[in-house]
């Protein structure tokens, strides 16, 4: 469970991630310089008083509609763009921690690592006979960045330290610790928008944008540790340990400086063994809960991962562990409670105007970083999302009153910091195929709901989930228009990012788009069923039912694809990386084989002309759909696509892997990551159609092997071996004491403490039996 290159890192993305949710890193490993990229979760441009609403957007919203009556979907497109608001905010680097040596660059043995099992990343090299050792890890515990430097003879380490960062900033010394202060932007415009002045910083004594800070201080096992505007220098030490704290102003704190220093402070007496070993035991009471077993290792032990990649790819079962258990690793890194939600680049990002303003891009990307969430065993890294859609619904009110008149809230495909939840269009720059879309607000509720339906917890559901999840709701019912025949659809409607051929034309906008509705059938689902959960609100999930029987329908159209959109129009790209209208195949539970088989097929179809290729995050996206089909050898071949080493080139109908097997959209996306771990889930275990689905996709290049710990709906932790490609036996820990229903399940009997229980047989194929909260239950095939 490792990653291990045989040199230091010469790009960002070769670099080793570290994070305790809050603090990013990335550590290069350099032997004469060494860079340790940073970042903090609430560094942001922006301030909380910018309204980025477009007050005139109602007075358009009817013209727009008209249009599209009319069928004048170009000229609708063009309208739409006086109802953009602002573009959304950036997510910005701290900086760096830089480190310089006085040994020079001469070395042997060189070789670095991120261990996935403590989370600690380790550099080893050795000069002149004396071996040289790093260890770095952030602590979620003790909530500081920790950078260990040893050496095996005494009084050979001699370094500098210093702290500096691409925002205005400034630096001192105090009380032996080196400090940076900054200040961030009032605004940072999109990398893809063309402007003279696109970083805008306010007044440095009244502007509204986050103060930030930075602490650094250091302890030295036989050296001298001195402070000044440079920096720390430490010289003739045997061993060196430097902490490293970072605050911002966003949550309330008045100066951020004096924050990290009393993050600092309580930590003064506790050595490096102690801050390790509850950092190690923190991580692995997550990390530990879920192990995977594919095959066998063809890779020699030695061989860098870049270049095993290269070699091997998805045909070494054991990279593919290390790829599964790298999104559990990110999720842990990346999304702990208390901190932010993981955004385009999870929190790590180097850049000042990054890709697509590394924000929350919630048209997929978003939703992406948080599937793995509870099928991988780790829902309290599931409570960022869930507050971030808090703030986004607060902000999102007003926006459904101006931009739509409606009650509920809405959000667009971009959301930041702020919340931001207007389409971020740059008030007329964007384009309405991505722009105008507020179905963004559906789509985030679905979280809501699954972080309910795998735990259960129904006072969550009462006094958090669900009154979210029925403002949402409230919004479709006031955006969607009945047309004569009685089925409501929603308008303007795109299929993001994706347009459509008609007379010649190309256009974004038109009505009742599929992945819209479905995203709507799915929000009143989830509501009619957190109704019953709750035995509450009966006449609105009442009414809700009455909207749904409405709802226009998916529609098969020409080759017997599932449309995108509610005519039969011809794709502006067959091959597009979006595949929005299958969301009812995934991560949704309308289609299915069983309830709508003529749709389900139509969708497969939609799937096979799309093709197997695409950026990382479609990638990892069809391999969930492939997995949802049941068609694993597809999934494995997607697999493949994506474990491939990237070159770097901005090739968007081809992703890969990065040499630290990042995801490359590319440039640099983290959602990849996650959805490949969700995916290789998918495979293995599925529970969205209520009965439990033991390997309903398993790729005959893993006829051996198991898992245990993944989580499924209802409550249940699951473990899986199989053999010869057939599932062997299965364990069922029922977290709830709820009845547990197995699909395919002829031949397969269920035992307790060794003893036969009995259970329900259906037409169906499926058994169900009752189960005892806390207790595990065996379900072994039947021997013939």
């Not at 095996?152 to 380490?157: K, Y």
């Not at 309903?696 to 198991?706: D, H, V, Y």
């Amino acid at each position: 469970m490792k990653l291990q290159y045989d040199k230091p890192a010469a790009k960002w993305t070769e670099a080793l991630p570290l994070g305790n949710g809050r603090i990013g890193a990335m550590h290069f490993g350099g032997v004469e310089r060494d860079r340790i990229g940073l970042n903090e979760d609430t560094l942001w441009s922006g301030t909380p008083s910018k309204e980025v609403n477009n007050e005139n957007a109602l007075k358009v919203l009817s013209e727009v509609r008209r249009l599209v009556s009319a069928g004048l979907y170009e000229e609708a497109d063009r309208k739409s763009k006086e109802m953009m608001g602002d573009f959304s905010q950036s997510y910005l680097p701290f900086g760096d921690l830089v480190l310089a040596f006085g040994h020079g660059d001469v070395h042997r043995s060189y070789r670095r690592s991120l261990d996935l099992e403590d989370a600690v990343s380790r550099v080893e090299y050795e000069i002149g006979g004396v071996r040289h050792s790093r260890e770095l890890f952030v602590s979620y515990p003790d909530n500081v960045l920790v950078l260990r430097l040893e050496a095996d003879a005494p009084g050979v380490l001699d370094v500098r330290a210093r702290l500096d960062s691409p925002l205005r900033y400034e630096t001192s010394a105090a009380n032996g610790r080196f400090i940076l202060r900054g200040i961030a932007p009032e605004h940072v415009d999109p990398s893809y928008y063309d402007t003279s002045n696109p970083i805008v910083y306010g007044d440095d004594e009244t502007s509204e944008a986050i103060r930030f800070a930075g602490v650094l201080h250091a302890t030295a096992d036989g050296g001298e540790v001195r402070a000044d505007g440079d920096g720390l220098q430490v010289r003739g030490a045997h061993s060196i340990t430097f902490l490293f704290s970072a605050a911002t102003t966003f949550n309330g704190a008045p100066d951020a400086a004096a924050e990290a220093e009393k993050q600092l402070d309580r930590l003064v007496g506790k050595g490096y063994a102690a801050l390790r070993d509850d950092h190690i035991a923190d991580y692995r009471a997550l990390f530990d809960r879920v192990s995977l077993s594919l095959g066998e290792r063809r890779a020699s032990e030695e061989m860098p991962t870049d270049e095993r990649i290269t070699a091997y790819g998805a045909a070494d079962p054991n990279l593919v562990e290390l790829l599964f258990h790298y999104g559990r690793y990110l999720t842990i890194a990346g999304s702990r409670p208390g901190t932010q939600a993981t955004n385009l680049q999870g929190i790590w990002n180097d850049q000042t105007r990054p890709p697509w303003s590394s924000n929350y891009t919630i048209n997929i990307n978003t939703q992406m970083n948080y599937w793995p969430t509870e099928t991988a065993n780790l829902s309290e890294c599931h409570e960022p999302m869930i507050s971030l859609i808090g703030r986004v619904a607060k902000t999102g009110r007003k926006t459904a009153e101006l931009h739509y008149g409606s009650r509920g809230w809405v959000a667009h495909h971009n959301v930041d910091l702020w919340g931001h939840s207007a389409p971020a269009g740059g008030r007329g720059e964007g384009d309405a195929s991505w722009a105008m879309w507020p179905m963004g607000g559906v789509w985030l509720a679905q979280h809501l709901w699954e972080h309910y339906a795998f735990g259960l917890d129904l006072d969550y559901l009462r006094d958090n989930a669900y009154p979210i999840m029925k403002e949402a709701a409230l919004f479709c019912l006031d955006f969607l228009e009945e047309d004569v025949m009685g089925r409501l659809s929603t308008c303007p409607s795109t299929s993001p990012e994706h347009k459509f051929r008609y007379d010649g034309k190309t256009a974004g906008i038109s009505r009742a788009s599929t992945m819209d509705m479905a995203l709507i059938w799915d929000l009143f689902t989830n509501c009619i069923e957190a109704s019953e959960a709750l035995g509450a609100d009966e006449v609105f999930a009442e009414e809700l039912r009455g909207a749904r029987a409405k709802l226009y329908p998916p529609q098969i159209g020409r080759d017997g694809r599932l449309q995108e959109w509610f005519e039969d129009f011809e794709d502006e790209d067959p091959h597009h990386r979006h595949v929005s209208h299958l969301f009812g195949v995934y991560p949704g539970r309308q289609l299915t084989v069983r309830d709508t088989p003529e749709l389900f097929a139509a969708a497969r179809r939609s799937l096979e002309i799309r093709g197997n290729e695409g950026t990382g995050w479609s990638l990892g996206w069809k391999i969930g759909l492939w997995a949802r089909f049941s068609q694993g050898n597809q999934g494995f071949e997607l697999l493949q696509n994506l474990m491939r080493l990237s070159g770097g080139d901005m090739n968007y109908s081809r992703g890969g892997l990065y040499p630290n097997m990042f995801d490359a959209h590319p440039p640099f996306q983290i959602d990849g990551n996650y959805a490949a771990t969700s995916g290789i889930i998918e495979m293995l275990l599925q529970s969205h159609q209520k009965a439990l689905e033991l390997l309903p996709a398993l790729p005959e290049a893993w006829p051996n092997g198991s898992v245990e710990g993944l989580c499924a709906r209802g409550g249940f932790e699951v473990d899986i071996r199989w053999r010869e490609g057939r599932l062997e036996e299965a364990s069922v820990r029922s977290l709830r004491g709820r009845d547990c229903e197995i699909a395919e399940a002829d031949g397969l009997t269920v035992t307790l403490d060794g003893a036969d229980i009995p259970v329900q047989r259906s037409e169906q194929g499926t058994i169900r039996f009752v189960t005892e909260t806390g207790r595990t239950y065996c379900i072994r095939r039947s021997r013939v």
